[in-house]
């Protein structure tokens, strides 16, 4: 059975990778499940039929028969236990992997949202510029440990696993603001991960919705 993802019809991100379905994408290309997309507009993501799906009116959701799943971490998580190419074979192997997708989304992607936040939606208020600097400095701390844990090894943990693709999907989001690039082994795990042949096949069709959108403009 061929799942179904939802995705923005308008992405904010103007199909740079940064969306949240970009994380499932990467994963269904990873396994080699074909899928089906279906884009949903910023006024249905919060009508009944799709809150029907993710209570909180957002995308990504999943759709495989009898099974609905919302969070790209579940439904990577979901994949990646039904799938060979995301878990690592020995158990003790698949619960590190696990951790690390954990550790994204909970500890590593936390500041990076309240930068997001800060920046782009509370940008206008008084206290904007003197919460901006302690942000980031939160941001660092985080990528400091990384960068110590990684070191010069590949991957998070041996072979490459969802747990390093849930971390370089949220450490993505960094990019423009140059951050990353203090760290020179994290901003190589970005690019290795770039380079991945799944990854370059999600991306492309995250963008292909954005420039097809813009031509038909």
Known sequence: MIPTITAFEHSPDR??????DMRVRWALEEVGQPYEVRLVSFKAMKEPAHRALHPFGQIPTYEEGDLVLFESGAIVLHLAQHHAGLLPDDENGRARAIAWMF????????????????????GDKPWAEQRLPLI??????????????????????????????????????????????????????????????????????????????????
């Open 103 to 122: 550790a994204a989304l909970n500890t590593v992607e936390a500041p990076i949202l309240e930068l997001q936040t800060a920046k782009f939606q509370e």
């Open 15 to 20: 199909g740079q990778g940064l969306a949240r």
């Open 136 to 217: 980031r400095e939160r941001i660092r701390q985080r990528l400091g440990d990384l960068s110590i844990r990684l070191g010069d090894a590949e991957w998070l943990d041996g072979a490459f696993s969802a747990g390093d693709l849930m971390m370089i999907g949220v450490l993505l989001r960094l990019k423009a603001s140059g951050i990353v690039n203090e760290y020179p082994n994290i901003a190589a795990y970005l690019a290795r991960g770039e380079a991945r042949p799944a990854y370059k096949r999600a991306f492309a069709a995250q963008l292909a919705v954005f420039t097809s959108q813009a031509t038909s403009g």
